[in-house]
Structure formats: C-alpha cells, structure tokens
C-alpha cells in the first residue's frame, strides 16, 4: 500500500489554527532528542517531585509523547524537573525554520511535573514535527534544551491508514533490558513509520516487579533495570507513577513514542491482576487491601503519563471514546474494567452490565449508529471468546467455557452484537491484546449458540514485552474459529525467545479494504487478511 499524505500550508501557517488565544515565541534551539544515559539513570533523580534542583536551566526528564489524534487535533506530552511552563512548536519543517509556537501549562507537583498541551485546527494528512521546551517561571531567558517529536494528523478523504497495536508492556519480570535497548521488539514497531499505536491495556505492570537479573534456559541472563517503584507492587501515587517512569527508561521505547501518536486504554495491570471494583485482596505483598483506593491513584498515574485527551463522555472517570480518524476509521476505545463485576464462574442469566455498563454500552451503539466511517474498529481490553480463568473456579475474562447461550458478562456482549445488527453495520472489527499470544479469529452466527448477529473478526496481538503465554480456549457461545494462532511452547516464555507480537491495521482510501497484518518481534508478517467493505 501506499500513503499519501498531502501538504496544505496555507492552513498551518495561519497563528489561529494552532492557538487562538495568542502565540508565545520560544528561543529558538535546535532540537536534542533524551540521549541513551537516561536509559541508566537512576529514577530518584526524577521520582521525588518536590526535591528541584534550582540551578542551571530547566530539564525534560522523560522524552515527549502525543496522542489521541483525531480530526483537527492532537495532544503533547511531557514531564519537567521542576515547576515550569511546557511550551511547543510546531513545524511541517523538521529544521523548525518555519514554525508556530503554542503555550503550554505550567506544570507542578501536583500532576508530577506532566503536563499536555492541546492542539486545534491541525491540516488534514500532515506529517507535523513538535519540540517541547520547559522555560523557568522566574527567567524566561532560562529554557530547557527542546525534546522533538513527530505526529501525522488526521487523514483526508484520499490518504491511506496505517496504524498498530498491541499490548502488555514490562510484565512478569521482563522489564527494561539495557542489552536491548530497552524494549526489543520496540526497534521493529518503530521501522514500520505508523500513523499511530493503539496500546489494549496493560500500558505498566505496576503489580509486576522486576529484579536486576533473571537466569534463562540456554544458560544467559536477562538483565533488568532496577528502580525502587518497579522493585515491589505499586500502593501509593508515588509507586504508580514510578511504573510509567520506569518504561520511559527504554531508549528505543522513548524514541518509538516519540515519532508516533498513541491511542491508549486500560485493562488490570495497571492496578493490579485481574481486579474488579470493590475487590479486597488477598495478597500478603500489599499492604493496602482495597483495589478501589489502589485503583484511584492508578487512574491519576495512567492520566499524569499518558497523553489522553479530555474527551470521554463519562463522569465517573472511565476513559472509553470514539477517535474520528478521517473519513474511513473511527477508533471506538472500550473500558472494560472500571465497571466491571466480580470474577465469578459466569452462570449469571441476568442481564447486570457487568463489563461494560449500561451507559457505556448505550454511548457505543449510539455512537455506532452515527459514525459515517468506512471502517468501525471496536479496541476491547478483553478478548470476546477466549476463556480466561481467575484461579480454579472463577472467569477473568468475557467468556466461561459454556459454548451454549449468553450467561454472565456474554450477555452484555451479546447485546453489543446484536445491536450492531439492528443498525445494520457490518464493517466492524475487534482488536484486542491480554492474552499474551497472537491470533486471528472468525465469528459466525452459523456456529454460534447465540446467532443473532452478523459475522465479524477478531484480531489478538501481545505481547510487547512481558511473558508469552497461551492459547487459550475458544467457547463457542459466538461461533468463534481459530483462523491462525502464534503462541509459545512454554508459560512466561521470556522476550528473548521473541514469542512478542504486534499487529498492524491498514486501510486503503482508494479499494476501502481493511487489511490486517499480524507480525513478530522483528516486524516480520507472520499471517495477513484483507477485508472488503460491505456496501449497503
């Protein structure tokens, strides 16, 4: 496939498109990537938000990030040593030669010197470069060296769409290998130059601590930085967001980041395995019992690092939403955890929804029923047909291993499909993550317990860095069929037997085809199927 990514100056180049409000001009410095030593950093230096080193100029500790692009808009992340204004230039020149300035927030202890700065009015298929500068609030003479980045914007009606996903980042003691680079399979993500990166969930681990070595099969060591957050499970604020820190420790993760935008959901590593509200654990490394209190200061972790714009329709503080990516993708991001009932064994065969909730499941078929995209892609947290258990007697997942009708939380699914029915939508696809395996699967109603629905795709992908597991078992309740599967031969078979995954998503604006490409730790396809649109 091909990308077309048209240049339209005339919108750019007007101040109003970028800040309305007024534009602030920075000094004007070449911009310096975070260099590899902060691979080796200790997390200290970074950690305590109110010890600030005064002296000498501003800092940007962790590299930059955008994400949630959609039509006309974006959002820049970073992270300061000290309390400063974050400010942005925007550029399609990577010399900045030509740019616009847009004012960010000050940033404090209170959000751990993070801070995002919106933009608006952004051109149809462009490739845009950002840098970010901290500049003192004392001295605005005083600024940080600039940390550059890349977006590509919201596509128009004639360019193409490449994005990929994945997920499960730093997990079962495989965190950030300095022989690596940091991330493996991050060098190869990077390589594919990506529109932008869905991650499923499990962006951290924070129940997962790493130790400093970790001896393999063949007889050589992983190796692991170690920082004191990632050394035990995360209770407190400080531990949580030391999760997201400790990531940004990998160079070739950083630097893939940084030149592509995220969409990002949340699934349970990010609290703890397998939680639910209103959990008490039963875990002798936690000191703090209740997964509700862990949960909040999680959600203000997830939120302090991760570049998520402010456009959830939901009060409560879950983060599902829709990204219109141009006129044949809109992105429909799930919460499936925030509201999600007790692991139980799924015998329920009442309606209580208890995965994604009544109001969430009425905003996506509402949202569904007026989307005009070609492509409606639906990333779920949690696969649809897999069976997952908690323990011996309980289900983690959606499905139970029943494969006759809905119980439990397949009932709540199969009100989603069947609505989709109702409003006559076809092109639908999943994508997913969790499992720790990669994997294409078919829906059909011809094989399925419950049929009211039209048939559709799945595709699982993970992990990124973590223990490879799986397969799991498919229950039949949806007509579920393994079309391909790439799995490791052992549990938490480590990253360095390569059994890590992503997928890729293509959509091409001339055919309208969606095709989706499922690839190994070094980027290579390992399995592909294209789709055709069904027209009404």
């Known amino acids: 496939m091909t990308s077309d990514h048209a240049s339209r100056p005339d919108r ?20 310096l990537a975070v260099g590899a030593a902060a691979l080796h950093a ?42 400063s204004r974050l400010v942005a230039e925007i550029s399609r020149d990577p010399s900045f030669r030509r740019s616009r300035t847009v004012r960010g927030p000050v940033v404090t ?41 890349r977006l590509r914007t919201a596509p128009g009606r004639h360019d193409d769409v490449r994005f990929l996903w994945s997920g499960d980042i730093a997990g079962q003691g495989w965190g950030v290998n300095p022989d690596l680079g940091g991330f493996r399979i991050a060098d190869a993500m990077r390589a594919r130059h990506a ?20 001896a393999l099969p063949d007889g050589s060591t992983w190796r692991n930085v170690v920082t004191p957050e990632k050394a035990k499970v995360a209770e407190t604020l400080e531990e949580f967001r030391g999760q997201y820190r400790y990531n940004l420790l990998a160079d070739n993760w950083r630097a893939f980041l940084a030149e592509t935008s995220q969409v990002v959901q949340w699934d349970d590593h990010e609290v703890t395995n397998n939680w639910y509200p209103g959990e008490l654990l039963d875990d002798a ?27 959830s329709p939901d009060a409560e503080g879950r983060v599902y939403r829709v990204i219109h990516y141009g006129p044949h993708l809109d992105l429909f991001v799930l919460d499936m955890r925030t509201h999600k009932d007790a692991n139980t064994a799924g015998r329920e065969t009442a309606r209580d929804g208890g995965v994604l909730g009544t109001r969430q499941t009425r905003w996506l078929l509402d949202e569904l029923g007026r989307s005009r995209a070609t492509w409606k892609v639906i990333a779920a947290d949690l696969p649809l047909g897999l069976v997952v258990p908690d323990g011996s007697s309980a289900q983690e997942g959606l499905a139970q291993g029943d494969p006759g009708a809905p119980l439990g939380r397949e009932l709540d699914i199969a009100d989603v499909l069947t609505g989709l029915q109702r409003l006559g939508i076809r092109n639908h696809v999943w994508l997913t993550a969790d499992v720790h395996y990669t994997a294409a699967h078919h829906y059909s109603p011809d094989r399925a317990a419950h049929q009211d629905f039209d048939p559709f795709w799945e595709f699982v992908s993970g992990p990124l860095n973590a223990g490879a597991f799986g397969p799991n078992a498919l229950d039949g309740t949806f007509g579920p069929r393994a079309d391909f599967v790439a799995a490791p031969p052992t549990a938490n078979t480590s990253p ?27 980027g290579a396809a390992i399995y592909r199927r294209t789709l055709s649109p069904h027209r009404r």
């Open 109 to 149: 202890p209170t959000t751990d010197l993070t801070g995002e700065i919106a933009l608006t009015g952004l051109p149809d298929g462009t490739d845009l470069h950002y840098r970010i500068t901290a500049v003192d609030l004392d001295d605005r003479r005083r600024t940080s060296r600039p940390v550059t980045g």
């Open 195 to 214: 529109d932008f990166f869905l991650c499923s969930g499990d962006n951290v681990y924070a129940d997962g601590p790493v130790v400093a070595s970790v």
């Open 42 to 83: 200790p997390a200290p230096a970074f950690a305590s938000a109110p010890a600030f080193v005064r002296a000498g100029r501003p800092l940007l500790t962790h590299g930059v990030q955008s994400g949630d692009v959609r039509d006309g808009r974006a959002v820049l992340w970073s992270r300061a040593d000290r309390p």
């Open 496 to 522: 360095a037997d390569g059994f890590q995954f992503f997928g890729e998503v293509e959509v091409d604006a001339a055919s309208r085809e969606l095709t989706v490409t499922l690839r190994d730790v070094d």
């Open 12 to 31: 750019l180049d007007r101040p109003d498109r970028l800040d309305r409000r007024g534009l602030l001009r920075a000094s004007a410095l070449s911009g």
């Open 285 to 311: 490394r936690y000191t703090e019992k209740r997964v509700d209190v862990l949960a909040q200061r999680a959600r203000r972790a997830f939120h302090d690092y991760l570049p998520v714009a402010d456009i």
